[in-house]
């Protein structure tokens, strides 16, 4: 019996799919919020038939590029954890963080991180920007679905959750 893997962009989350035929076309909604699903190569395929989707390519070169980025900066962002770490140092992590993935920062948060590079008292601008550093998601969001990368990217910086169940599909 056929296994598939999708994943809900809306969920940020893996689910696998049992079918009784091979389908390489259709995609089931999302068992949690009836969402549209992406297929994805699971490692189980990908190990047995040597194969990849064409159409994960560009997925996997941006999240190959942000794995870099992040390895790159893991000692920067490491020292970051210290209590005594520099805010600016923070921003200026982000920043590049956001650079090598293409997006933007949300106007507010934008804001809030140059009033720290200019040296203001961090404690002042989290009380004034407390709600934007506490947002999921602090990139700028359009109704252009090419901005929605910003989301995407933002999630790509931790992995998604896997469903348990196998769900059968028809």
């Known amino acids: 019996m056929p296994l598939y893997e999708f994943y809900c962009q809306s969920c940020h989350m893996l689910f696998i799919f049992r079918s009784p035929r091979v389908d390489t076309e259709s995609v089931p909604p999302c068992p949690r919020c009836n969402a549209d699903l992406k297929r994805e190569v699971s490692a189980f395929s990908y190990i047995m038939r040597g194969k990849n989707d064409s159409g994960m390519n560009e ?5 190959n590029r942000m794995d870099q980025v992040v390895a790159k900066m893991t000692d920067r962002m490491q020292a970051l954890a ?48 407390g709600e934007v550093f506490d947002t999921e998601n602090p990139f700028s969001e359009n ?18 959750q896997r469903d348990p169940e196998w769900h059968d599909w028809p």
């Open 82 to 129: 210290d209590d005594e770490s520099d805010p600016r140092e923070a921003v200026s992590v982000l920043r590049a963080m956001a650079e090598a993935g293409g997006v933007q920062f949300k106007p507010d948060v934008m804001e809030a991180m140059a009033r720290i590079d200019s040296g203001e008292d961090p404690e002042k601008i989290d009380q004034m920007f």
């Open 59 to 63: 997925d996997a070169e941006v999240k």
């Open 143 to 160: 109704e252009d679905d090419s901005e929605l990368k910003n989301v995407d990217w933002w999630r790509r910086l931790h992995d998604p």
